[in-house]
Nanobody, 122 residues
């Protein structure tokens, strides 16, 4: 079981930027970000696999605005969020898995962070 520690959320105005971080207590293979708004299902935001050739995945709603990257030495995942919109307001969760899984399948991630609030004001 991995421990995931998230940081970097908070309030921001429309058009602003935030950078989320998620540090894992051990090595991971797939790491991703999901988000949830009260009353709605948690949704995929972005994911990244490690290995010789990393693969990047983005939800259509954030592609071109968000960038996911990781520091394998520090076991840290980042989500750079630019051009933020009020629709990006949510609790953001970091998830990680030590083996190869389908990045979209939330049920396959055994390790989750506590969640961090991002609030984008109009």
């Amino acid at each position: 079981q991995l421990r995931l520690l998230e940081s970097g959320g908070g309030p921001v105005q429309t058009g602003g930027s935030l950078r989320l971080s998620c540090t894992a207590s051990g090595r991971t293979y797939v790491m991703g970000w999901f988000r949830q708004v009260p009353g709605k299902e948690r949704e995929f935001v972005a994911a990244l696999t490690s290995g010789g050739v990393p693969y990047y995945y983005y939800a259509r709603s954030v592609e071109g605005r968000f960038t996911i990257e990781r520091d394998n030495v520090q076991n840290t995942l980042y989500l750079q969020m630019n051009s933020l919109k009020p629709d990006d307001t949510a609790v953001y969760y970091c998830a990680a898995e030590t083996s190869s899984i389908h990045y979209l399948d939330q049920t396959k991630y055994r390790n989750w962070g506590q969640g961090i609030q991002v609030t984008v004001s109009a």
